[in-house]
């Protein structure tokens, strides 16, 4: 069972910016993607960033050019660098861990993911 945790919420206003971060538990995985979503008050769960086990990184098109995603060299911290905040980003944000392969080279199986239990970002005008 992996556990990300997410850390680095808070409230700034309009123009600021935030650090996030998630850790994740020791596994047994070599091959994973890990992604940020976030989830606004009465809305969907939406995708905002991600980098998958090859190193490619995408981003939601009303993030692109304002957050940066990132991994420490270890790959067990995922960071998401988000400037320029709009009040139209405040929600809690929630990094996704998907595994793909053990380090013994076997996969897993499709579909299995964990998720962290969130970190607020409140955005003020």
């Known amino acids: 069972q992996v556990e990300p945790v997410e850390s680095g919420g808070g409230s700034v206003q309009a123009g600021g910016s935030l650090r996030l971060s998630c850790a994740v538990s020791e596994h047994n995985y070599c091959k994973y993607d890990m992604n940020w979503y976030r989830q606004a008050e009465g809305k969907e769960r939406e995708f905002v960033s991600g980098i998958d086990s090859r190193g490619n990184v995408t981003y939601a098109a009303s993030v692109k050019g304002r957050f940066t995603i990132s991994q420490d060299n270890a790959k067990t911290t995922l960071s998401l660098q988000m400037n320029s905040l709009k009040p139209e980003d405040t929600a809690m944000y929630y990094c996704?861990?998907?595994?793909?392969?053990?380090?013994?080279?076997?996969?897993?199986?499709?579909?299995?993911?964990?998720w962290g239990k969130g970190t607020q970002v409140t955005i003020s005008s």
């Open positions: 996704k861990f998907i595994p793909r392969a053990y380090c013994n080279g076997v996969s897993e199986r499709y579909g299995v993911h964990y």
